[in-house]
Each structure stands twice: as C-alpha cells, then as structure tokens.
Antibody, heavy 120, light 107 residues
Framework: EVQLLESGGGLVQPGGSLRLSCAAS????????MTWVRQAPGKGLEWVST????????YYADSVKGRFTISRDDSKNTLYLQMNSLSAEDTAVYYC?????????????WGQGTLVTVSS | DIQMTQSPSSLSASVGDRVTITCRAS??????LAWYQQKLGKVPKLLIY???TLQSGVPSRFSGSGSETDFTLTISSLQPEDVATYYC?????????FGGGTKVELK
C-alpha cells in the first residue's frame, strides 16, 4: 500500500524559506514520478511541481517557478520541496501525490498534507 | 498553457437527481483527463481517469465522458455522501492544471 507522509510545514515570515519533505513507503519510489499539489484556505487545488522518476525532468507552475525547487532522494524514499521567497499567496496545505502505477500524471495516492502559513 | 474551466462552480440537487459537471480544456488533450472528489476537510480522491475509466472502488453511479476539449462527470443518482467539491485535471503534459472546482450540495 502506497503511503505518503508530508512534513516540514509551519509558520514562516514573508520572504522566508521552508523545505517540505514527503516520506514514501509501500512502493518502488525510485521509479515513480512525484508531484506537489497545494490548496490555499477555502480555495481549489493547484498543481505546484512534478519530478520525473530519474530526477532529471522537473516541472513547475508559473506561480512558483524560480522560487521553488523540487528534488528527491531515492536512497531515503523522500521527496522534497524547497520554497524560497515565500509570500502570503503561498499559504496553503501542500500535498505530495503520485500515480501508484507509476506511468501517469494523475494522482491516486495522496499524503495527508502539511500546512504552510506565510505571515508576519 | 492549456486552461481548464469547470461549470457550474456550484450546484444544489436533491437525493436521487442526476448531476452533470462539465470541464472544458482550452486546447485538445485527447482523453488525458481525471476527476477527483474532495469532501470537506479531506484529501482529494481519484474518481475517474482517462476521461471515462472508473477508479477501483468508486461507485458505478459515477461516470465520465468526453475527449479533446469537452468532458463531463455524471452522478446518475445523487447520494448524501456525494456532497463534495469535484475537480477535473489534465495530465497529458505539464502544467498538470486542475479546474476551478464544482461544489455539490444537497437541496
């Protein structure tokens, strides 16, 4: 069974940085593309970033490009999201997600999410 | 980038009603379209992928159709447990855009 557990969220000041982690278990993490999706309070789902199974291909929403970096450590079965230059608009629950077949970019497996609050 | 537009943004229906939600892509995406259900305070749940393939365990009252630019999610007989917000998502290529969501409530 695929299990995803996010951590690293919290309160950060505008302009600050935060690194989120997603610990994966129950599947062959190294051969799966992984994705971050966020949801601002009371708002809809927003795709943030995806990294391919080999870590070579990484894709970003325009809203985070140049500020966020997605990465993975296959030896630790962990996905990361380094977030810099944070603003109030980045306040959201951040989910990691994947397709358990490993082939597609829809998401049948989700973590419980970690809340990031950007405020002074 | 391809935009995904859902309609309506909200609807109210009675138990047993047939409910239809539409998702429109600004360019053709073949059938690379997924639908999700998100109940209040919960994690999104995949309902349908490839525009019309029902995810394992999802009740058969849910169905999807469409291709290229026009897609539909149908609930054939609305149940109280279907109260939720529904999202479409394109996954043919990045950006993997979600629609704005459709909130389904009971009348």
């Amino acid at each position: 069974e695929v299990q995803l557990l996010e951590s690293g969220g919290g309160l950060v000041q505008p302009g600050g940085s935060l690194r989120l982690s997603c610990a994966a278990s129950g599947f062959a993490f190294s051969i799966y593309a992984m994705t971050w999706v966020r949801q601002a309070p009371g708002k809809g789902l927003e795709w943030v970033s995806t990294i391919n199974y080999n870590g070579v291909g990484a894709y970003y929403a325009d809203s985070v490009k140049g500020r966020f970096t997605i990465s993975r450590d296959d030896s630790k079965n962990t996905l990361y999201l380094q977030m810099n230059s944070l603003s109030a608009e980045d306040t959201a629950v951040y989910y990691c997600a994947c397709d358990s077949s490993g082939y597609y970019y829809y998401f049948d497996s989700w973590g419980q999410g970690t809340l990031v609050t950007v405020s002074s | 980038d391809i935009q995904m537009t859902q309609s309506p943004s909200s609807l109210s229906a009675s138990v047993g009603d047939r409910v239809t939600i539409t998702c429109r892509a600004s360019q053709g995406i073949s059938t690379y379209l997924a639908w999700y259900q998100q109940k209040l305070g919960k994690v999104p749940k995949l309902l349908i992928y490839a525009a019309s393939t029902l995810q394992s365990g999802v009740p058969s009252r849910f169905s999807g159709s469409g291709s290229e630019t026009d897609f539909t999610l149908t609930i054939s007989s609305l149940q109280p447990e279907d109260v939720a917000t529904y999202y479409c998502q394109k996954y043919n290529s990045a950006p993997l855009t979600f629609g704005g969501g459709t909130k389904v409530e009971l009348k």
